[in-house]
Nanobody
Framework: RCSSESGGDLVQTGGSLRLSCQASGFDVDMYDIGWFRQAPGKAREGVTCIRARYGVKLYAENVKDRFTIFSDSSGPSYNKTVFLQMNDLKPDDAGVYYC???????????????????WGKGTQVTVAS
């Protein structure tokens, strides 16, 4: 199994980006998949996850109503993509965003925690103020 991210870029405050996590070798719909981010000098924090087989999406409080996670509904189930649509970006949203496959995703206020067993390599998001 592996996943790879893309879509990171430099945007202005208030701008939008769509990140992609391309899965390979596993069925996206059968796993809990989400996004973590890590700003310089800070711990990696969970932002959102999708539990497609249960119809559940979880968000950290400070991204709810601005970020949307979804997976594509077409194509082979073992090569689907999970997307993170990010709107109204703020400087605090900047960091390296990692696609993560794992379990036990739990919202804990401003972050999600989870037990991750597969990390992507990350994609850089920079938000200019």
């Amino acid at each position: 199994r592996c996943s790879s991210e893309s879509g990171g870029d430099l945007v202005q405050t208030g701008g939008s980006l769509r990140l992609s996590c391309q899965a390979s070798g596993f069925d996206v719909d059968m796993y809990d998949i989400g996004w973590f981010r890590q700003a310089p000098g800070k711990a990696r924090e969970g932002v959102t996850c999708i539990r497609a087989r249960y119809g559940v999406k979880l968000y950290a409080e400070n991204v709810k109503d601005r970020f949307t996670i979804f997976s594509d509904s077409s194509g082979p189930s073992y090569n689907k993509t999970v997307f993170l649509q990010m709107n109204d970006l703020k400087p605090d949203d900047a960091g390296v965003y990692y696609c993560a496959v794992g379990a036990a995703w739990v919202p804990r206020g401003k972050i999600l925690t989870a037990s991750i067993d597969l990390w992507g390599k990350g994609t850089q998001v920079t938000v200019a103020s």
